[in-house]
């Protein structure tokens, strides 16, 4: 029999041969299922059969395997849950729409929140905030280094919180509390107080992320999750202009009561941020069915058909999506065996090296502007056309993906774009016109970023919410290592044309040109191996399987990885 997942207080499991109608236990467990006229049905509110509503074929379609699928006892959707449920097609469409409008809507303005904290060190760079502070372009990239080491190392003790206190409490937290630090920064005097808040800021927005996009998978099924990930990034991207246009005005304030604008800009941006986190902590639900309070009415914001729909749609896209509460504990148990899971490394290695490629360029830009003559108006404006270029770029390729529902060869469009453009870069004489370099700089800043495909790509092959919770963790983890290695490429010795830097940059993108490559090999060839298997087992023996099998998440014979 399968190992139920560790639990922590709040969620103890009912005594052995206790009866619960509403407490079928893990998938895979050979203990006796409960029926299920156990669960609520709710018919749909059109005459329409089964096979018209176009829902979705699941394995709770098989009579013979569906009752190792049932959900978890402890999982919060469960009086939902029912595998005869259908709908009509229009009916989903308004329950994702209404979804949009009530849940991420609000995700984005927090991922917009935690853009513009994060971020606006690069608009206080076109204020002479390292002249201000005694500083050179090293001093820089070591406070942007200790940063993302923070941000990396707080990444999974942030999500095992999160996972113990529900997303829809740790976030509004963390917010609040980045939120001071980030103000606190209109105080630095030198070096040391740059280092610190680096540090802390860092250390207190790791964990966001991931908590988000797990937050966010309870809702959304694995094909409408990347897509609804590109709203995160593009978000991002329409900080990044808003976000040139406030400094414009914020940096304007320079000398007003002895102050120079950057500190204006932290002190602006950073309240404000404090305020989102504060509304976040009584707006957010902890999950589809648990919306109502005083703040979001006493109805909640989905009738119990949209429920209904919203679970079931969910777990027949994938039942391990019901295989915990969400604010159960993962213990040390999962915690290893999650960290343990070497099919999902591949993606980590993407993660840590498809973006080094990118990130010098876009990090200096705003310097290299600078460096180029225009001014700090100029500098500001003149990142508009690349951050519009990549918002195209991001939501063009995340639809490519879904559509063709291929995911390596459409994320390695960014590595592609961006090998003959670094190229160009490398070679460009110093006395060529300085419009070409920004041309060039622009298109790579602008590159098909496939950061919503990889992430969504990684949770789909985790296999459960265990595995997810920690994987959404390491791989941002990843990310941020990205961005430490690509923080020591450009040196102040290379500049204004960072010659050397653009070199490694160049051999790093065929390196990762390869490892696309090596990718989509590797896990076609997990499908193929486990499919050999699998698809001799005739109905009995895959029963036994799933009832007597250790096997769990992705190592299962029936879960297939995406690529």
């Known amino acids: 029999m399968r190992n139920s997942p560790p639990v922590n207080e709040d969620f103890k499991q009912p005594a052995k041969g206790s009866s619960s109608p509403t407490a079928p236990l893990l998938s895979g467990s050979n203990e006796p299922k409960n029926s299920y006229d156990s669960f609520e049905t709710i018919p749909p509110t059109d005459d329409v059969t089964r096979e018209q509503s176009g829902v979705q074929e699941s394995v709770f379609d098989d009579p013979v395997l569906a009752h190792f699928y049932q959900p978890h006892y402890l999982y919060e959707g469960l009086h939902r849950f029912d595998p005869r449920a259908y709908w009509t097609k229009t009916e989903e469409e308004n329950v994702v729409k209404k979804i949009d409008a009530k849940i991420m809507s609000w995700c984005c303005v927090m991922f917009i929140a935690l853009q513009l904290d994060r971020g606006n060190i690069k608009q206080a760079m076109t204020d002479n905030f390292l002249g201000d502070l005694g500083m050179n372009t090293n001093d820089y990239n070591i406070g942007q280094a200790i940063f993302y080491a923070c941000f990396l190392c707080a990444e999974l003790p942030s999500q095992m919180l999160s996972k113990k206190f529900g997303p829809h409490r740790w976030i509004p937290i963390q917010m609040v509390l980045w939120s001071i630090v980030a103000a ?93 986190g504060v509304i976040s902590w009584f707006y957010m639900p902890p999950s589809p069915t648990q919306t109502k309070s005083k703040f979001r009415g006493e109805d909640g914001w989905f009738t119990p058909r949209e429920e209904v729909i919203m679970i079931n749609r969910v777990l027949r896209d994938d039942p391990t999506k019901g295989d915990m509460h969400n604010r159960q504990s ?51 404006l003149m990142t508009i056309p690349a951050t519009i ?15 063709y529902a291929e995911k390596t060869f459409i994320a390695s469009f960014g590595v592609l774009w961006t090998f003959p453009l670094l190229v160009m870069l490398r070679f460009l004489p110093s006395t060529m016109n300085p419009w070409w370099k920004y041309a060039i700089t622009t298109l790579i800043c602008g590159h098909p970023y496939p950061h919503a495909i990889l992430v969504g790509w990684n949770s789909a092959n985790s296999g459960s919410v265990r595995t997810r919770s920690v994987s959404a963790a390491i791989y941002n983890m990843a990310v941020q290592s990205s961005s430490i290695i690509s923080s020591t490429i450009y040196r102040e010795d290379d500049r204004p044309d960072y010659r050397r830097g653009n070199t490694v940059l160049i051999f790093i993108a065929i390196f990762d040109i390869f490892l696309f490559i090596g990718v989509k090999k590797y896990y076609v060839w997990r499908n193929k191996t486990k499919e050999e298997i699998w698809g001799k087992m005739n109905t009995t023996e895959r029963a036994n399987y799933l009832a007597t099998t250790a096997d769990e998440g992705n190592k299962r014979l029936d879960f297939r990885f995406q690529h």
Do not use: H
């Open 389 to 403: 270029l990549l918002i195209f770029m991001l939501l063009k390729i995340t639809k490519l993906s879904g559509k």
């Open 330 to 380: 993962i213990g040390a148990s999962g915690f290893m065996k999650s960290l343990m899971d070497y099919d999902l490394w591949p993606l980590y290695l993407v993660g840590v090296m498809a973006y080094i490629p990118m990130n010098p360029p876009i990090s200096y830009l705003t310097l290299t502007l600078r460096d180029l003559g225009f001014d700090v108006l100029q500098s500001n």
């Open 184 to 276: 606190a920064q209109c105080r630095l005097t030198g070096r040391t107080s740059f280092y610190i808040t680096r540090g802390l800021v860092g250390m207190i927005e790791g964990g966001f992320i991931p908590t988000a996009i797990l937050y966010l998978s309870y809702f959304y099924t694995s094909k409408e999750l990347p897509v609804r990930l590109s709203w995160f990034w593009t978000g991002t991207a329409l900080t990044g202009i808003a976000a040139s246009f406030l400094a414009c005005g914020i940096l304007s304030l320079r000398g007003s009561l002895g102050w120079e604008g950057w500190r204006y800009l932290f002190v602006i941006e950073g309240t404000a941020t404090g305020i989102v």
